[in-house]
Structure formats: C-alpha cells, structure tokens
C-alpha cells in the first residue's frame, strides 16, 4: 500500500499543471468610441449620425425572442418608462435613477456607423444581456427639410422619437441591418431637433445606426450633431 501511495505521489507530481484558461480580454472603449469634442459633429460621408449622448444599460430581464413582439416593446419603451424627464436633454455626466439603479449619460462619438452598445457596456463593466439602452442626440439643421425619413438598423428590438413624436419602432429579436426601418415623411425643422432612442437586448449583442435620408434614399449630410 505504501509503495502504490508513493507511486500514486509520483505521478502527481510529474503530471503537467492542468492548464489555465486566461479571462476574455474586454476590447478598450476607445476602440469604440472617444469623447465628445467641442465643435459639432457632422453626419460621416454615408449620413449615419456618430454622436450621442447613452445612459448607462437599464436592467431589463428579457432572455426569449417571444418578450420582443410589438405590444411589449411598445410598452417596454415608451416615455413613461424613461428614467428621468422626458422634457429635458441628458447631460454629460448626469446621474439618473432606474429602480434600484443609479445610472450616469455619456456622450461619446462613435468611431463606428454603427454605435455598439454592447461593446461600451461592456468596457464600462456594466450587464449586456437583458437591458434597456437610450439615447438622445441633436440635430441642427441649416433650413426646414420636408419630406425626409429616419433610417433605422438596431439590434435588437428599438423605437424612435423626433422632437417628441413617435417615428419608427422595430420588434422582434432583429439583427442590425442598415436602413432596416424607415419612418414616414417627417420634417427636420430649422434648426434645433432632438432625437431620442431606446434599444432593448436580450441575450445577444447590442448596437444601432440611424441616419436621415431624403425623398431619392439618399443620405442627408448637410446637417450638424450635437449633444446639447
């Protein structure tokens, strides 16, 4: 018994360490976003707005594809659900209370068209899966522009508002597609024109690209973006 224990000790200590899986490495935020700069930003060359102002993900337990249909989105997102005053724009910086949670708006450009929302929660260590996303952005238009549309790609599930008014919606537990949604014709006044996003996500990956196009689909770039 003596001999087989030591043997026993012996190929313990000869095996190899069982080798460590090292964590996933978070990519940097910066690979994603940057900080907002002091002069407004215009549309990039394809029209996709890059500067928003995001809060921090609310927590919203939603893991099956079902919770995503147009009556749970609409009342999932919907202004009396946003944390805080609806009235008013976020600031940088500012802190809002969401139940028991205690959330701060960033504003950031994207490096990106597409604004990955799972990527910066990701990197500000906050939950990915299961969460409310919005946003708010302004857009200054030289002149009135009558007859334009908001495009809108999100994953997953999104809806819109244009100074207030409800433009686009998309249900279902979609991937991001590029001008997947168009809203209506709508009118950019003159001028200073908020717009509002809220995104949900269930177990998946999280992001959104919105630009304005005209009545020939093509991009509005003659625009400026601003956070305030």
Same mark, same amino acid.
């Given at each position: 018994?003596?001999?087989?224990?030591?043997?026993?000790?012996?190929?313990?200590?000869?095996?190899?360490?069982?080798?460590?899986?090292?964590?996933?490495?978070?990519?940097?935020?910066?690979?994603?976003?940057?900080?907002?700069?002091?002069?407004?930003?215009?549309?990039?060359?394809?029209?996709?707005?890059?500067?928003?102002?995001?809060?921090?993900?609310?927590?919203?337990?939603?893991?099956?594809?079902?919770?995503?249909?147009?009556?749970?989105?609409?009342?999932?997102?919907?202004?009396?659900?946003?944390?805080?005053?609806?009235?008013?724009?976020?600031?940088?910086?500012?802190?809002?209370?969401?139940?028991?949670?205690?959330?701060?708006?960033?504003?950031?450009?994207?490096?990106?068209?597409?604004?990955?929302?799972?990527?910066?929660?990701?990197?500000?260590?906050?939950?990915?899966?299961?969460?409310?996303?919005?946003?708010?952005?302004?857009?200054?238009?030289?002149?009135? =522009?009558? /007859? *334009?549309?908001?495009?809108?790609?999100?994953?997953?599930?999104? %809806?819109?508002? #244009?100074? +207030? $008014?409800?433009?686009?919606?998309?249900?279902?537990?979609?991937?991001?597609? =590029?001008? /997947? *949604?168009?809203?209506?014709?709508?009118?950019?006044?003159?001028? %200073?024109?908020? #717009?509002? +996003? $809220?995104?949900?996500?269930?177990?998946?990956?999280?992001?959104?690209?919105?630009?304005?196009?005209?009545?020939?689909?093509?991009?509005?770039?003659?625009?400026?973006?601003?956070?305030?």
């Amino acid at each position: 018994m003596r001999r087989l224990a030591m043997l026993a000790g012996f190929m313990a200590a000869a095996a190899p360490a069982a080798a460590q899986t090292p964590p996933p490495q978070v990519p940097p935020l910066s690979d994603y976003f940057q900080p907002v700069t002091a002069a407004p930003a215009a549309p990039d060359a394809d029209g996709f707005l890059r500067r928003w102002l995001i809060l921090e993900p609310v927590a919203k337990p939603n893991r099956t594809n079902a919770v995503f249909t147009g009556t749970y989105v609409r009342d999932a997102l919907r202004p009396a659900t946003y944390p805080g005053r609806w009235a008013a724009l976020p600031r940088e910086g500012q802190t809002v209370r969401a139940g028991e949670q205690t959330l701060r708006w960033h504003a950031y450009d994207s490096r990106l068209w597409d604004a990955k929302l799972f990527n910066l929660a990701q990197a500000l260590g906050k939950p990915t899966y299961g969460v409310i996303f919005w946003v708010a952005t302004v857009v200054n238009s030289p002149r009135e =522009m009558r /007859d *334009v549309r908001l495009a809108v790609g999100s994953n997953s599930a999104s %809806r819109w508002w #244009l100074n +207030g $008014a409800n433009v686009a919606d998309l249900y279902d537990d979609r991937r991001m597609v =590029m001008d /997947d *949604v168009l809203s209506d014709r709508i009118t950019l006044k003159k001028g %200073r024109n908020v #717009l509002r +996003g $809220a995104i949900i996500n269930g177990p998946g990956l999280s992001d959104f690209a919105v630009r304005f196009v005209d009545t020939g689909g093509q991009p509005v770039r003659d625009l400026t973006v601003t956070v305030q």
